[in-house]
């Protein structure tokens, strides 16, 4: 990619939470053929380690963070440690996130918490530390990973699309209190994509048939199709674009 080319990230440093496998690797891979450096983060660190090494085979420069996004004092020493012994981090993507579904009148308190924790507050715990940083240099780019269901919801999900409206109403928040310190902060929402987290779904025929029938595009979105758009706003060519959150869902939420 030529220097030249305002989607080229030589020279700059991304960390994305929940980064071994799924949407959140797929974004490392694609903004490491953009050219920034990528940290890894998971809370597994047997996974975490296998998917750096892999990462690291297409000739990334890679390393690796394990910390619990819900675990504040984790985090502050995790970014401690990548700021001061890695580098400052440019780019800031956060996609650690969970499902459970139940309905809701059975849904466990304790599992609702977890939801919350992890999907949301997990946001400000790393996007806090982390833009403190920023704010002293003046640039950076928060890319928050919100979902479709921010609009729209189904049977068994509700506290999962509340974790995620609420991050798209905090994205634009983060905007707006952090623009004037040379921050972007946006939201990328992906529609049905074919990752581990959605495999039952994926083989249930039912629903399989269902996506595919709602979503104009007629299929389940690929991993790697979110790449671009995470490259696209950790960029200079998204240098005005801020408070936006971006839809990839093959149209499923232009259409009735």
Request: proline share 4%; charged share 15%.
């Amino acid at each position: 990619m030529s220097a030249a080319s305002p989607f080229d990230l030589t020279g700059k440093r991304a960390l994305i939470t929940g980064s071994s496998r799924g949407l959140g690797y797929a974004m490392a891979k694609a903004l490491a053929e953009a050219g920034a450096s990528i940290v890894l983060n998971a809370r597994d660190s047997v996974a975490l380690g296998a998917a750096a090494q892999d990462l690291a085979e297409t000739g990334a420069t890679v390393n690796a963070a394990a910390f619990d996004v819900t675990n504040r004092e984790s985090i502050n020493a995790a970014i401690n440690y990548i700021e001061d012994d890695i580098g400052p981090i440019d780019i800031l993507i956060n996609n650690a996130g969970m499902q459970f579904r139940s309905s809701l009148e059975a849904f466990p308190p304790e599992r609702f918490d977890q939801v919350i924790a992890t999907n949301l507050t997990s946001v400000f715990n790393v996007s806090q530390p982390v833009a403190r940083q920023m704010i002293s240099r003046g640039a950076g780019k928060i890319i928050n990973i919100c979902s479709m269901l921010a609009e729209v919801s189904r049977p068994t999900i509700a506290p999962y699309a509340a974790t995620k409206a609420a991050v798209a109403n905090f994205t634009r928040g983060m905007a707006v209190d952090w623009a004037r310190h040379g921050l972007n902060v946006n939201g990328i929402a992906p529609g049905y994509f074919a990752t581990e987290m959605n495999d039952a779904l994926t083989r249930d025929d039912k629903f399989n048939s269902w996506v595919e029938s709602r979503t104009p595009m007629g299929r389940w979105g690929q991993p790697h199709e979110l790449g671009g758009a995470a490259v696209f706003l950790a960029s200079e060519a998204a240098r005005f674009v801020n408070g936006h959150i971006l839809y990839v869902d093959g149209a499923f939420t232009a259409t009735v």
